[in-house]
């Protein structure tokens, strides 16, 4: 009894593995990484926009290989706390996530977010080919014409250098420490600013 039960268990679980191994997978994906202040925040923004496949968090636009947060939080290497997202470009386009990001960071301030100053909270959108590139600029080009606030924007727009992931307890961290994530959040003022800029629509 015990040994039919194992088999039909066993059955199951190869039965589940064929169907995950079968399940349709997007043919082609593209990878977008933006800079916006904290990237908890910009995590937890871009994993919520349907087509996105992953974020990862980590650094980038510095002059040091593997560089630590405790490097980066020094203001000394150069990089700024970004986030590599991968997405189905046959689900959300570049542009969408262009628009995403712009109304989800305050573009008027250099080298500051909300309650994080120095240039690690920079924002900035870091391309990955000409045609990002171009989009961004067009992206840039149409924002100026239409934002809702006077002040200009100082969002950087550069071709995407190297990208290392910031350590493991960085990833998915509004996830695991929600409570902890929320404060912060609320504390730094990053959605009331975001409502003064965009609206409460945002």
């Given amino acids: 009894m015990m040994r039919a039960a194992a088999t039909f268990f066993l059955g199951l679980a190869i039965a589940a593995g064929a169907a995950l191994a079968q ?16 990237f ?5 923004d871009f994993d919520k926009v349907p087509g996105v496949l992953s974020t990862t968090s980590g650094y980038i636009g510095g002059t040091v290989a593997q560089p630590t947060y405790e490097q980066v ?18 689900r959300v386009s570049y542009e969408q996530l262009l ?27 870091f391309t990955h080919g000409d045609a990002q590139m171009a989009a961004a600029r067009k992206s840039l080009a149409e924002l100026e014409r239409t934002k809702p606030f006077k002040q200009a924007i100082v969002t950087e727009i550069v071709a995407a250098t190297a990208f290392f992931p910031a350590e493991a307890y960085h990833q998915d ?4 420490n929600p409570v902890r994530y929320a404060y912060y959040r609320a504390s730094c003022g990053r959605d009331l600013r975001l409502a003064e800029l965009w609206g409460s629509s945002k």
């Fill in 173 to 176: 961290y509004y996830r695991k």
């Fill in 23 to 38: 399940a349709p997978q997007p043919a082609t994906t593209a990878k977008a990484t933006f800079a916006g202040g904290c």
């Fill in 73 to 90: 939080s020094a203001k000394t290497t150069g990089h700024a706390e970004a986030v590599e997202i991968v997405y189905d470009p046959a």
């Fill in 99 to 125: 628009a995403k990001y712009w109304r989800s960071i305050d573009p008027t301030t250099r080298d500051r977010q909300f309650c994080d100053s120095g240039s690690p909270y920079r924002t900035a959108i």
């Fill in 40 to 44: 908890w925040c910009v995590e937890s």
